[in-house]
């Protein structure tokens, strides 16, 4: 196969590395997907004042009007959240604040996560036409569907521009499409959630448009001075890091943006209730349970 006709492009973005690569694609299109994720950043992020979550975030109830990729991916979450019976929840910030992943992090008092709690729910989200409107409080967080999203949004385009196929990377959660030239799938490798970065237990493999996101309880911890460790997936009805049995889910979908949001789904629902969530997509999933063993489970493997 003539390597020649392979394209990459590195950059950071959404907080991490993402590597685009493709197969007969222009340097102009792979600069669009790199500016593409620059922007999805600008409007999405909660932390960079006067984005639109920023906006929303400080709205103090008010209808806010918002780009239309804002108004889609705030409509898919609060369709995803009740897919998930409301384990995937965009409306935690308040809750990752409290518990200051990423900074100073610190165990919250159980009086303030109910009141924190108070302030959740993707059921006080109203959108109407250009403009969305949060209950008053609310913190809405993007990170767990973002890069879903605009691996979406990028596949899209880099199909459209003419790349044959190709392979999206956004600090781990994965997009391929198209068929490889040589016609051999594409392998995806899932991380050891006991190894360092880089080092995996298992490969996914695909064919096509298909998403494999991961969630995991190993990237992000703390440890108090009792000697408990904590983890940053936080279970949207309790508050606290999830805590049903399982420290990764890998998700095969091909939607990216769903791909993400069942995988954080998983690890709060824990494998039984998972499963069950799985079975009605058409998806599939890997569960790593503590003790190492996983559970393969969908109708895509």
Wanted: charged share 20%; proline share 4%; hydrophobic share 40%.
């Amino acid at each position: 196969m003539d390597r020649t006709n392979w394209r990459k492009i590195t950059f950071f973005c959404f907080d991490t590395v993402n590597t685009i690569t493709v197969w007969s694609g222009s340097e102009a299109a792979l600069a669009q997907a790199r500016e593409m994720c620059f922007y999805y950043q600008s409007i999405f992020s909660r932390f960079a004042p006067g984005s639109d979550i920023w906006r929303l975030n400080h709205s103090r109830g008010e209808a806010m009007r918002v780009a239309p990729e804002t108004v889609e991916i705030i409509s898919m979450s609060v369709a995803y959240s009740a897919l998930t019976a409301g384990a995937f929840d965009i409306t935690m910030g308040a809750l990752c604040e409290m518990w200051g992943f990423g900074r100073s992090p610190a165990v919250p008092r159980s009086e303030l996560l109910i009141e924190a709690l108070g302030k959740t729910g993707s059921g006080g989200i109203r959108v109407e036409g250009n403009t969305v409107r949060c209950a008053a409080g609310a913190i809405l967080d993007l990170g767990g569907i973002a890069k879903g999203y605009a691996a979406d949004k990028i596949a899209d385009m880099l199909t459209a521009a003419g790349a044959v196929c190709g392979i999206i990377n956004c600090g781990g959660d994965v997009l391929t499409f198209g068929a490889k030239p040589d016609g051999s799938p594409w392998r995806v490798g899932l991380q050891d959630p006991g190894q360092p970065r880089g080092r995996y237990s298992r490969i996914a493999v695909t064919r096509g448009r298909k998403a494999v996101a991961t969630s995991g309880v190993y990237e992000r911890r703390f440890t108090d001075r009792s000697g408990q460790s904590f983890h940053h997936i936080l279970d949207p009805r309790t508050g606290r890091p999830a805590a049903k049995g399982l420290v990764a889910a890998s998700v095969i979908h091909p939607c990216g943006a769903l791909a993400e949001a069942l995988a954080t789904a998983c690890i709060c629902l824990g494998a039984a209730e998972a499963q069950k969530l799985i079975a009605g997509q058409d998806a599939a999933a890997y569960l790593i349970s503590a003790d190492g063993s996983c559970l393969k489970t969908g109708n895509m493997l």
